[in-house]
């Protein structure tokens, strides 16, 4: 396998200061709704709307994350990449800024809505920047560091907020952790716009000179590094097929009347809602309440939710240095089943404790939520951003990986707005929406979704039948792409 180039690394792992926001500010609520000051100064302990404001803190803040991801259609194409994750940024640090400094509710979910409209355009813009900068080889381990730092900032956000249950200064207790939120967006607002741009976006603004530069500096693979002549024919390669999609580009309305598109659409905007059909969005933003009704304390419940996310980052590098190895679907597949094993076990042990209150069965369905983060970390997370970001031709690539994400913002509104509700009235049985979603979705990649593994973000094209152009002579499969061809013979076409 070959090894990517030190610079290749730093431009990967930078644009990840994204990723951290992302993970950090969607996860701080889950430890900020648990901290008693926090509580006390809104008044969520007397309000009778408290539930219904916690669904509204939760539920902005997926809908920000909607019309943030559905903006990157135009921004990423118009702008360029470098410029729509500044923009991203932007907001997210002005969000968790003004979150930090809320004076009452109203200001706090409004501010919850302006950080979600930056962490929507920084989740889909990240994946997107470094899909088109690496090379197919090892695409799915440089393109699993997003989900990798997601995770870290999930687990950042917990152990801090564990942290600060102890600060006996009430107002530090909640607004640091949330004024924390904005150091990431701050770098990466700070650093985007000296990265290189992506060469495949200045191509399809016809500044080929400029891309062919940008491509050198971001090339990761090659026999000799140094052969100008090897550099220039793999880059004619993706010229060529550009040239053919630009010339083919259509309109907005190709995505769904198109068939190849309207299957990208469909497998992408599926992998990213199923990811959160799962429940681990729901998981760890209530961890807390989860915990408190298995008959846990305040502490305990802190600890354990920071406990079960920090297995997340491991999980997820994990899943990132197989992934190439495996392929998409396998691990898809397997992440899913592994979820609806562990969530069965949920129903089972909590319905069981809920009887006899017995502090072992407890223990039994706190092990089941980590048999489920460790099935979800270590297949499934990584895998949904590195295959909706591969899946579309370059002159579309931002609008499709868009409408993809959009899928993981409706899954969450969705989910997180009705679970206080859903949890409060029918308990333990609102995990058998995630069993039945799940279950359903691991049929429907088994039978459906094409396998991209090692292909070139070109190559792809053809697996989605797509007519795909080659310099005559310059171009042969290679042993990864022809199996993924034969793979996917007749499941891709109509």
């Not at 880059?235 to 259509?250: D, K, R, S, Y």
């Not at 899946?391 to 579309?396: G, S, Y």
């Not at 058998?432 to 396998?451: D, H, K, N, Q």
Request: charged content about 15%.
């Amino acid at each position: 396998m070959p090894s990517p180039k030190a610079t290749q690394i730093l431009i990967i792992l930078f644009v990840t200061f994204g990723s951290l926001t992302y993970g950090y500010s969607s996860s701080i609520i889950g430890t900020t709704l648990g901290q008693p000051s926090f509580i006390k100064y809104f008044g969520l302990d007397t309000r009778k709307n408290a539930t219904q404001l916690e669904g509204a803190i939760n539920g902005l803040f997926q809908a920000g994350g909607l019309i943030g991801a559905l903006s990157c259609t135009q921004t990423a194409d118009i702008l360029g990449r470098r410029k729509a994750l500044f923009i991203g940024a932007i907001f997210a640090l002005i969000g968790g800024a003004l979150q930090a400094g809320s004076v009452n509710i109203s200001m706090y979910i409004v501010m919850r809505f302006v950080t979600g409209l930056g962490v929507g355009q920084l989740v889909t813009l990240v994946p997107l920047y470094q899909s088109e900068i690496a090379p197919p080889k090892i695409r799915g381990l440089l393109v699993g560091t997003h989900g990798v730092i997601i995770c870290l900032g999930y687990a950042l956000a917990a152990w801090i907020g564990v942290g600060f249950y102890f600060v006996n200064a009430a107002g530090a207790q909640w607004r640091i952790p949330l004024a924390i939120q904005c150091f990431p967006p701050l770098f990466l607002a700070l650093g985007v716009m000296f990265l290189p741009e992506s060469p495949r976006w200045l191509l399809a603004q016809e500044r080929v000179e400029e891309a062919y530069e940008s491509f050198v500096s971001t090339r990761a693979e090659a026999s000799d590094p140094n052969d100008e002549m090897a550099v220039r024919d793999e880059f004619n390669i993706i010229h060529t097929q550009l040239l053919h999609e630009v010339q083919n580009a259509g309109s907005f309305k190709d995505f769904f009347s198109q068939p190849s598109l309207r299957k990208r659409c469909m497998v992408g905007w599926l992998v990213m809602f199923a990811g959160q059909g799962t429940a681990t969005q729901v998981i760890n933003n209530y961890g807390p309440l989860l915990y408190s009704r298995l008959g846990f304390g305040t502490v305990q419940q802190l600890v354990i939710t920071a406990g079960w996310v920090t297995v997340c980052p491991a999980g997820n590098w994990i899943n990132a240095m197989v992934l190439d190895r495996f392929g998409r679907t396998r691990m898809l597949m397997f992440g899913f089943a592994g979820c609806v094993v562990a969530l069965v076990g949920e129903c089972i042990t909590v319905s069981i404790f809920q009887r006899t209150g017995d502090p072992k069965v407890a223990s039994a369905a706190v092990f089941f939520l980590f048999l489920h983060i460790a099935c979800f970390s270590s297949s499934v997370d990584a895998t949904s951003y590195v295959y909706a970001s591969e899946i579309f031709p370059t002159p579309r690539r931002a609008k499709g990986l868009s409408i993809s994400i959009s899928g993981l913002f409706i899954a969450t509104l969705i989910f997180l707005q009705a679970a206080p509700t859903a949890f409060e009235n029918i308990g333990w049985k609102y995990y058998l929406v995630f069993v039945i979603v799940t279950a359903i979705m691991f049929f429907v990649v088994w039978f459906v979704f094409p396998e991209t593994n090692k292909c070139s973000l070109e190559d792809i094209a053809e697996i989605f039948g797509d007519v795909v152009e080659h310099p005559i002579g310059e171009k042969e499969d290679w042993p990864a792409e022809k199996e993924a061809h034969e793979h996917n013979e007749g499941s891709v076409k109509g």
